[in-house]
């Protein structure tokens, strides 16, 4: 590795302001129409700005709380179901094709049947959010269960063990990882979903109920803002959970590399 | 052989048959309506056109085929560019120095919140599709070329060097097919997140495709024709991966075949 962090940081920090500068400079030359696109300085502004909005900040407590929520109902459903699954080899095999079969259909073209389903536009947020979130928990659930140490499970059977609480011993911390990750990828579609639905059945609130607000005001300055606000919420979401992740399992990334 | 591995199926037609009896048992269960009814509509309003053009019908080439032409045109360009910039950014460190903060941040965003961005920048129609799949689906691909190409064997690069292989050719003999496995394995992401960002862009604004048409349905209470698109929209996902893995398979037959015989 001849580029240390530091230096890793400047070119970072000076690609950013490079991207910066370059698309203000573009906006006022006129290459790109101000009024079309408004310019880089407008939409940072904003972007400090909205954040000391009371209306932004409690739309995006709408969204996070359905985000949260959704998880926690994804996570307590979809990793049980795993380890039925992935512990039982004859239901894992007998289920496995209808969870493959089942698995892709794009969890948003279920939104016009949520709309029917729940009345409550927040309730069919989470309902969706669940949908989407348990797959990938549910399929890294069973990943992890069939990568578990067949000789750490006999050694504790052999010391009269029996069922569940080998399950809940052995397989389920060996499985933890892969649920880690099943979560992080769950977390990085959680607001994809949530801005979806919040988009097309409206009336929610939200981050997506901001970004209509500002297109019925032909604000694209505020929108811009608020795609901002959101990518910034994602990134430090999944810092945040990789921190985690590390300081947890950091005996699971010694064991393998 | 085959009948074994039909039968690992065998909980698929039964979840169908017990859906069936239990919601014509039940009769008021007017959003999930018997498998049945929804096959009959997928068939009555798509594929009941006349032989002469493949059975599809005036809804079906008004409905699918703006939808898959978007699906296709839009991941090809969002596999063309990231598929370039991800090997440019692999092979030079600066660039990729350069780059990675405003990669992170671009994947970071949902893409979902930049539709109504796009409708306003380019109005209802193809261009708003088009760039709200490619935002989509660029980033897998941007990241796993990357990666592929910034891994490839020390040997391999000095060897082409030693024999004076162009720089053309060592990109085009050497650097991509080392990254291709890599390349490959982001392209298979981006099919199941174009087809999301398909059904997204037209749920939010567009006046023809398969989300639209469901959306028609659900304001009309033509459960049946909703659920269609649902059903067909699944097998779509089901078709467009089998159809890439079947490709991977016959362009990176070789590379399976060389780390088979290396061990």
């Given at each position: 590795m001849s580029i240390t962090r530091g230096r890793r940081g400047i070119l970072g920090a000076a690609g950013v302001l490079g991207f910066l500068v370059l698309v203000e400079a573009l906006g006022r030359l006129g290459v790109i129409d101000p009024e079309v696109l408004p310019l880089v300085s407008t939409v940072l502004v904003t972007t400090v700005e909205i954040a000391f909005e009371g209306a932004f900040l409690a739309q995006v407590g709408d969204t996070l709380l359905a985000c949260v929520i959704g998880l926690a109902i994804a996570i307590a459903t979809a990793v049980p179901a795993g380890l039925l699954l992935g512990t039982v080899p004859v239901v894992e095999r007998s289920v496995r094709p209808l969870v493959e079969f089942l698995r892709?259909?794009?969890?948003?073209?279920l939104i016009p049947l949520a709309m029917f389903l729940f009345t409550e536009s927040t309730d069919a947020k989470i309902a969706l959010i669940v949908y989407t979130c348990a797959w990938p928990l549910l399929i890294n659930t069973m990943y992890g269960l069939s990568d578990v140490d067949p000789l750490a499970k006999q050694t504790l059977r052999s010391f009269g063990f029996r069922g569940l609480s080998v399950v809940l011993r052995v397989s389920l911390p060996s499985a933890a990882p892969f649920i880690a990750t099943g979560i992080r990828i769950a977390l990085s579609v959680t607001l994809i979903v949530a801005v979806s639905v919040e988009l097309i059945a409206?009336?929610?609130?939200g981050i997506g109920n901001f970004l209509s607000l500002a297109s019925s005001a032909n604000r694209i300055d505020r929108m811009l803002a608020g795609t901002i606000w959101a990518g910034l919420i994602g990134l430090a979401a999944n810092a945040l959970f990789m921190a985690g992740e590390r300081r947890l399992f950091h005996w699971h990334q010694g064991s393998t590399s | 052989m085959i009948i074994r591995r039909l039968a690992r199926y065998w909980l698929i037609p039964v979840a169908v048959a017990a859906w069936e009896l239990v919601t014509r048992r039940l009769e008021?269960?007017?959003y999930f309506p018997p498998p049945s009814t929804i096959m009959v509509r997928l068939y009555e309003m798509w594929?009941?056109?006349p032989l002469s053009r493949v059975f599809l019908t005036d809804e079906a080439i008004a409905d699918l085929l703006p939808s898959l032409g978007r699906l296709m045109v839009g991941w090809a360009m969002a596999a063309a560019a990231g598929v370039a910039l991800g090997v440019a950014l692999g092979r030079s460190r600066w660039l990729a120095g350069l780059a990675e903060p405003l990669i992170h941040f671009g994947r970071s965003v949902?893409?979902?919140?930049?539709l109504p961005v796009f409708l306003l920048l380019f109005k209802i129609g193809t261009p708003m599709q088009l760039a709200s799949i490619v935002y989509g689906v660029v980033w897998p691909v941007l990241i796993n070329a990357a990666d592929g190409a910034r891994f490839v064997d020390k040997q391999y690069v000095e060897t082409g060097e030693v024999f004076r292989v162009s720089r053309t050719q060592r990109l085009f003999r050497i650097i991509l097919p080392a990254a291709a496995p890599k390349i490959f394995a982001g392209l298979r992401l981006s099919v199941s997140l174009a087809l999301i960002m398909m059904v997204v862009s037209e749920l939010v604004g567009?006046?023809?495709?398969i989300g639209h048409r469901m959306l028609e349905a659900q304001s009309d209470f033509d459960i049946p024709a909703m659920w269609a698109g649902i059903v067909l929209l699944g097998l779509l996902g089901i078709l467009l991966n089998a159809v890439f893995v079947g490709v991977e398979r016959v362009l990176l037959g070789w590379h399976r075949a060389s780390r088979t015989v290396a061990r």
């Open positions: 892709p259909i794009p969890s948003v073209s409206g009336g929610g609130g | 008021d269960v007017p594929f009941s056109g949902p893409p979902s919140t930049l567009s006046s023809e495709g």
